[in-house]
């Protein structure tokens, strides 16, 4: 059984990374296909659409944040088809609560040729929202369209008020991607939270692996919300807003569990930090990423303190959403071996 | 006279970097020596150390944070000589309140062979602290010593728990640099604020430029807390903490003030922000550079906002200090040609 | 039909307090005796456990905080039967999304003869939690018991570390009352939101009334976590928490939707706001009581700025749970007179 | 000496309460008339304009805020003469870092027949500040006069946009009282901090004492920014702004230093909490609370961490100073007998 194999060479999460399970045999392929008829906008226990076992490839695509309802100049918000709309959830076999989901990213292709940017009054880090409102005029509604090279890999920033335009290079990665959440919680698809959900994190692109907590049987796990490029916070709370395609491989570590969302690749090791401020996310980054050294690398916890002071990496991906979320990292070149598995 | 003829040349804050003010004739230099006899703990008036004019370079030293006073194993944070003695104050000709100083970083030597990491109680992002104060036993006290290798230039970690230990690239700058502030105030040399201060900030190194604004005749420049290397938030309190030796070229631009202090080399602007939460600090930060942007390079501001919200970096320099500290920053290869001057 | 009479005569949620709808006749009393065996612990989407039609009369106990799972000296945390059992749901007739809940707290009474307060690791203002984390060893586990005198309406409180005792008031109050969310969301029990929840607001006791914002048929109102005295901030995490008997008679005002709770009784209209930090729950708390006041009562919204600034209170009634609370309010004899319905 | 006798008695700060230390003998009575021209702008080091003795009373007066610049329908900010201006400094003899200096509220009266309220762009709760600045369009810039009735002690709102108008009662109170700050430094009279400063505190009014840390040699005394009536908050940004005439009688603990301002009068215990955001600002004045309560009246910390979960009150002075302040407090009749002194 290929899920009891896969516990037995695991020794933690992390350990998924190098040795994907299924390196000798081709991995199976599930393929889905998502339309606004099937997108669910919150995470949480619902019909699976699919099942996945843990070694298998997912190649799925999502809608844009927008529901793919904004087109062409002239478009308004008031056309968009929901907010994030998400595609799945997809039930993975054998993940229960306790263990840990391993997601590889694989691929990503942006899946079309147009992305979007909006400003949406009530919503950025430079004006009045839901969560801080003020007593101004909102600013005005506004949206860029940025057409997409697919042959020189970039998306074209074209300002509204004069008649400037420049190349963005892509860096496609998956706004919202995230299980169900635990105690029987059911969250829109705007929040991101422990159990990952609207990170923005630029962190969920080609090459690196992701671990997210699982708080049901079979995980359920959903994505969406394509971005093709953002800055580091988000802003004015778009990235350039895509429809995507992508390709998956999930994995299953059993009897471990994440608090928050992880992500790791072949040089860094990376813990989320999740809520507002942004003070507090930075604090729950941290403490995982000391909690990671010391149970996985053997330093003391104030030995791994001392060292992110003077190693450690802080991405601020988002500072729009209902939570805040920050990325801690550092390079494993700076750590000791990893523990061998007992 | 050289001042007058770098305000006909200097449209903006800018514009300084492209033409040094002394371009066309060797920059004079001033030497300078400070000793923990002639330190000082407080931005603000004081009698000036020395005299520049714009243009002239100022070589100089700083001691390190704690005064040099912690020099080998078994010293205790008890020996430390206050905290961050600041060289200077620096009397800066022809600057006046309303004008911002420029700061060229055109070189940064560690003085020494050994650098500091220290955990102080009440000082650091994951324990309490005197404005976060917690009913928690205090961490103890902890010193960690970094030999800095001056050939391949790097800085060696060795846990105290166990017999770890992994080299760290040098990245020199100063932690604090900064001006009296304005309103008649005086600042301790751990704050951070609009006068720049204990910003922590690994942009204050060479090959970059700072602006800070003149709140009072001759500016009145101040620095040290020189550091080695340092991790994103300065999370546990401190960096690799070193005496430096550094190498300033300074100038003035005339009837022009930034309201934060500001970076700027070849590839880059950059905006800093500083206050709490982070997410303030965040805020302050990118109003700036929006502001920057629209002034300088013609994009409306929210044409600048949704396009920094595409390529906008943010980094958080420091979050253990009163104020926090973050530097938004986008790369120019993205924005419009700079205005021209009039 | 009460239903499309309470709608002719309500001109606005606030209109509900003065003449409840079955002042002529009697109201119906609906009974309901709730136990460990049918609480719930999300406000969410459930099958009712009894259906109310407005003017009617509730009356239903509830479990504390714990379960009623501890009961003497020597019992720890562990015992707890999860945290803020709620009682519920039920389903109140002719309540619709768009619409507005009406909850007259009629009367609260203790539901035994002890309360109790408990510091567990990981709650609290004054210690780490896992939103706000530290690296500190957390304090320990403690539990202090609270005879209830229901002779003389008081708690006593007795200490542990010494054998001083004093005496406290009785305000009994539900720290838990809140309907179905917005959007599809399940949330905890332990979550204070726009749907209510875990507010532990003083506010909710007899003789005010609370207006909560309807998001499914039928509202689905819980409560549970009853409190027999709190302090501000509830900063050691808990109350005196005890088991409750709940008088409350609800209402429902059709076609109109306050976004956050509201409070009112025939001395003050008390808005609440609710999130992180602090600052934000404030910031949300007056902007509703600016927008509240401008509505019904006819100043320009700078003109209730001001005056706010000059008679508005601020209660922050919790500082620990997952988000802040904070209740602004104003005495309506600072008020223009009520705008006449049309 | 009365210093000296003055040492003898006094067990702890709060001790000052109760016995007056010139109780036998008439005080001495020192007067002052402070005028545009020799207020100051900073709490700092600066030439005293009286000298006080412990057990003397001072007699003095306070502009308003606006430096009494603002007199009429018509006027504008533009016409206030600085922010804040303070009378002072006072010099109290035998005052040294490490004392505790403490100002006993004797009577306040509102000195005039005005009050003014203004709206000033980039200040108050709601609106974008130079610290939280957002991208909207500014508020418009408003005054309100509030005509001042001695008689019946109110003073009168009268709404800009309505003909609506209320009585207010007065509460006469400081919104700046402080001593020059620790370290050197020096802070503008807008700031609130460790030294007391713009704290807007109802709390220092007739009746309260007030204790606050001494750092210089006099303790330098500064008050001003007079104010007939406040809410919460101070959401808006300004009190009703008054000239006051001030009657203070001062008197020194030696040998005990408080870290953050402290209040007291016969029911209650107060500890000011200063910073950003607002729960940091709870902490610490939480933390004090604790700590004060544990040194004075003998219960542990974790008993006093309950007790005030149960009955301890916060109270949320201002949230638009560069700092924000909360005081925490509790009734005395909660705690034990105070501690005898030894």
């Known amino acids: 059984m290929r899920l009891i194999l896969s516990v037995l060479i695991l020794a933690s999460p992390i350990a998924a990374l190098a040795q ?3 390196a000798a045999t081709k991995p199976e392929v599930v393929q889905y296909h998502a339309t606004i008829d099937v997108v669910k906008y919150v995470y949480g226990v619902a019909p699976p659409v699919a099942r996945l076992r843990p070694g298998n490839i997912l190649e799925a695509n999502s809608l844009d944040c927008f529901g793919n309802g904004i087109r ?3 478009d308004t918000l008031a056309l968009a088809k929901g907010d994030n709309p998400l595609t799945g959830p997809f039930f993975i076999e054998g993940a229960e609560p306790g263990d840990t989901l391993v997601v ?6 942006v899946d079309g040729n147009q992305g979007i940017g909006a400003f949406a009054p009530g919503f ?7 969560y801080t409102p003020m007593l101004h005029t909102p600013l005005p509604e506004k949206i860029w ?8 890999n970039t998306a074209t920033f074209q300002a509204l008020d004069s008649n400037y335009n420049v190349k963005i290079p892509l860096h496609p990665f998956l706004g919202c991607i995230g299980v169900a959440p635990t105690n029987g919680e059911a969250r829109s698809s705007v929040v991101p939270a422990e159990f990952g959900g609207n990170m923005d994190a630029p962190e969920v692109s080609a090459g690196n692996t992701l671990y997210l907590p699982v708080s049901v049987s079979g995980a359920l796990l959903y994505f969406g919300d394509g971005h093709a490029a953002m800055g580091d916070g988000e802003i004015a709370g778009t990235a350039i807003e895509v429809p995507m395609k992508a390709r998956l491989q999930v994995d299953v570590v059993k009897g471990k569990r994440t608090n928050w969302p992880r992500f790791e690749n072949e040089k860094e090791i990376m813990a989320a930090g999740i809520y507002r401020p942004v003070d507090d996310a930075v604090r729950i980054a941290f403490t995982e990423l000391v909690a990671w050294i010391h149970a996985d690398y053997g330093l003391s916890e104030l030995d791994a303190y001392e060292l992110l002071s003077k190693v450690g990496k802080i991405h601020l991906t988002e500072m729009v959403d ?7 990292s550092v390079e494993k070149k700076y ?3 990893k523990k061998t598995s007992k």
């Open 145 to 152: 369209f940025y057409p997409i090279d697919h042959a020189d």
């Open 72 to 74: 062409k100049p002239g």
């Open 20 to 22: 994907t399970p299924s």
């Open 335 to 337: 750590l000791p071996a």
């Open 322 to 328: 209902p939570n805040y979320v920050v990325v801690a």
């Open 104 to 109: 590889h990213i694989l691929d990503l292709q």
């Open 124 to 130: 950025g880090a430079l004006n009045e929202t839901n």
